[in-house]
C-alpha cells in the first residue's frame, strides 16, 4: 500500500528522515502516527525508527536532546519541533513484566516492529509513502481488529500495561479485540498487579475518554483486568452499571471519574480515598468532589446561589452531563443564567474585607473575623445584602454583636 499524500505533520519532519537516509541509514515513521494517519485521524506525536544508533543520530545532527537514549532515542530539534528517533532494538526477557532486562540495538526494521505490541502499531511508513506491514496491520485495521503481534502471551509477559491498552484500543477505535488476543489477556490479567498506578490510570482515562468506553469496559471486565486494579476489586457491579447507560460518552476525566464515583461511592472520604488510590492529582481530586457535590444538588433540584457560587459553573456544567447519562438532567441554560446573575463571582469581588474590619470597625483578627466575613459574603451572594461598604460594616457589626 502506498500514499499519495501524506500529512502535514509527515511533511514536516521529511527532513528528518532525508537527513538520516543520506547518511546511508534507514528510517521510517512508525507506531500510532501511521495507525491514525490510515483510520483518517488527527495525528499527535511523529514517532521516527531508525537503524541509526543514537550516537550516529547526534553526529547526523546538531541539535538533540538525550531523553531516552539507552533505549534508543533521542529527540531532534528542528526549527522548533522536537521529533522523537528511536534506533531500531530487540529486548530481552522481562523480569518484572515491565521493563526488558536489557535492550539491543539492531539495523533491521522486522526485528523492531515484531516487539511492538499489536498489529495496528506494527506499521511502518516510508519517505515515498509507501506502508511496511509485515504482521498483518492493515488487513486488522480494515476489519477493526485489535490483535496482538505474535504471540499475545510472550507480548504481555514483556509489558502488562499491553493488555490495558488492548481494551483501552477498543474503546479508542472502536474496534474488536481478536479472541485469541482477547484470552490471553483473561490469562494473564493478574499481572497487571506488577504495573505502576500511574501507568494504568492513563490508560483507563484513554479508554473512558474513548470513541466507545463500552466496549473497552466490556473488555475490562470479561478479562477481570479491573481486579487487579486499585480498590476496583468489589467494583463489578458499578461497571455493569455504566454498561447500562445508554449514553456514555464523556468530555473528560474529571466527567467520567465524576460519574464513577457517583456510582459506586457515598461521600468526600471515599472519594479522595479512591482517586488518591489511583494516583490522581489533589486539582483532579477537588474537581471530582465539586461535581460529585453538584450533581447530587442537580438530582434533587434543590440548589441555590450560594451552591453555584461556592462550587462554580464548571462544576455545575460538567455535573450536568454526568446527570444527562443518569436521566436527570437540568436547563443549563438557565444554570448559567443564574450564576451570571450573582451579585459576585469570587471573595475578591465583595467590597469588605478583613482589614476594612480591623481598621474601621476595630475587629481583631482571629476565627470571629472570618466567620463574620462568611457570613457577608453568603448574604451578598444570596441578594440578602447590597455589596456596598457601609452596608457590609454596618451588618458586620450586627454580626458580631448577635
Known amino acids: 500500500m502506498k500514499l499519495i499524500k501524506l500529512p502535514l505533520e509527515f511533511q514536516k519532519a521529511r527532513i528528518i528522515l532525508e537527513k538520516i537516509r543520506n547518511a546511508g541509514f534507514e528510517a521510517y515513521f512508525v507506531g500510532g502516527s501511521v495507525r491514525d494517519t490510515l483510520l483518517g485521524l488527527p495525528l499527535h506525536d511523529v514517532d521516527i525508527a531508525t537503524s541509526a544508533y543514537p550516537a550516529e543520530i547526534k553526529q547526523i545532527f546538531r541539535k538533540t536532546v538525550d531523553t531516552g537514549i539507552e533505549h534508543g532515542t533521542v529527540t531532534v530539534l528542528d526549527h522548533g519541533d522536537g521529533y522523537e528517533v528511536t534506533t531500531f532494538r530487540t529486548e530481552s526477557t522481562y523480569q518484572d513484566?515491565?521493563?526488558?532486562?536489557?535492550?539491543?540495538?539492531?539495523?533491521?526494521?522486522?526485528?523492531?516492529?515484531?516487539?511492538?505490541?499489536?498489529?495496528?502499531?506494527?506499521?511502518?511508513?516510508?519517505?515515498?509513502?509507501?506502508?511496511?506491514?509485515?504482521?498483518?496491520?492493515?488487513?486488522?485495521?480494515?476489519?477493526?481488529?485489535?490483535?496482538?503481534?505474535?504471540?499475545?502471551?510472550?507480548?504481555?509477559?514483556?509489558?502488562?500495561?499491553?493488555?490495558?491498552?488492548?481494551?483501552?484500543?477498543?474503546?479508542?477505535?472502536?474496534?474488536?479485540?481478536?479472541?485469541?488476543?482477547?484470552?490471553?489477556?483473561?490469562?494473564?490479567?493478574?499481572?497487571?498487579?506488577?504495573?505502576?498506578?500511574?501507568?494504568?490510570?492513563?490508560?483507563?482515562?484513554?479508554?473512558?475518554?474513548?470513541?466507545?468506553?463500552?466496549?473497552?469496559?466490556?473488555?475490562?471486565?470479561?478479562?477481570?483486568?479491573?481486579?487487579?486494579?486499585?480498590?476496583?476489586?468489589?467494583?463489578?457491579?458499578?461497571?455493569?452499571?455504566?454498561?447500562?447507560?445508554?449514553?456514555?460518552?464523556?468530555?473528560?476525566?474529571?466527567?467520567?471519574?465524576?460519574l464513577f464515583c457517583y456510582l459506586a461511592l457515598n461521600d468526600h472520604k471515599q472519594i479522595r480515598k479512591?482517586?488518591?488510590?489511583?494516583?490522581?492529582?489533589?486539582?483532579?481530586?477537588?474537581?471530582?468532589?465539586?461535581?460529585?457535590?453538584?450533581?447530587?444538588?442537580?438530582?434533587?433540584?434543590?440548589?441555590?446561589?450560594?451552591?453555584?457560587?461556592?462550587?462554580?459553573?464548571?462544576?455545575?456544567?460538567?455535573?450536568?452531563?454526568?446527570?444527562?447519562?443518569?436521566?436527570?438532567?437540568?436547563?443549563?441554560?438557565?444554570?448559567?443564567?443564574?450564576?451570571?446573575?450573582?451579585?459576585?463571582?469570587?471573595?475578591?469581588?465583595l467590597a469588605v474585607n478583613g482589614g476594612n474590619l480591623i481598621k474601621d470597625l476595630q475587629f481583631t483578627p482571629g476565627p470571629l473575623l472570618g466567620k463574620v466575613l462568611t457570613e457577608i459574603e453568603k448574604q451578598v451572594v444570596c441578594g440578602e445584602l447590597k455589596n456596598e461598604l457601609p452596608s457590609l460594616e454596618e451588618a458586620a457589626l450586627k454580626i458580631k454583636n448577635n
Open 97 to 258: 513484566y515491565r521493563r526488558p532486562d536489557s535492550v539491543q540495538f539492531v539495523r533491521s526494521l522486522k526485528d523492531d516492529l515484531k516487539r511492538r505490541d499489536l498489529t495496528i502499531n506494527a506499521l511502518a511508513l516510508s519517505l515515498n509513502g509507501e506502508i511496511i506491514d509485515l504482521f498483518g496491520g492493515l488487513e486488522d485495521l480494515k476489519k477493526g481488529l485489535i490483535k496482538a503481534v505474535g504471540n499475545p502471551n510472550e507480548r504481555y509477559h514483556e509489558d502488562a500495561l499491553r493488555m490495558m491498552r488492548t481494551v483501552r484500543f477498543a474503546s479508542q477505535l472502536d474496534f474488536e479485540i481478536e479472541t485469541t488476543t482477547l484470552e490471553a489477556v483473561t490469562n494473564n490479567a493478574h499481572l497487571l498487579e506488577k504495573i505502576a498506578v500511574e501507568r494504568i490510570n492513563v490508560e483507563w482515562t484513554k479508554l473512558l475518554l474513548g470513541k466507545n468506553p463500552k466496549k473497552g469496559i466490556v473488555g475490562f471486565l470479561d478479562t477481570r483486568l479491573f481486579v487487579y486494579c486499585p480498590l476496583f476489586n468489589t467494583m463489578e457491579q458499578v461497571l455493569k452499571t455504566m454498561l447500562s447507560l445508554e449514553q456514555l460518552h464523556f468530555s473528560d476525566d474529571v466527567a467520567a471519574w465524576t
Open 274 to 349: 479512591l482517586l488518591k488510590a489511583w494516583k490522581c492529582s489533589n486539582e483532579l481530586i477537588a474537581n471530582v468532589q465539586s461535581c460529585f457535590s453538584a450533581l447530587e444538588l442537580l438530582k434533587t433540584n434543590q440548589f441555590n446561589a450560594w451552591n453555584l457560587y461556592t462550587l462554580g459553573l464548571p462544576a455545575f456544567e460538567t455535573a450536568n452531563l454526568v446527570a444527562n447519562m443518569l436521566g436527570f438532567a437540568r436547563d443549563i441554560a438557565a444554570i448559567q443564567s443564574n450564576y451570571e446573575s450573582l451579585p459576585i463571582k469570587n471573595k475578591k469581588e
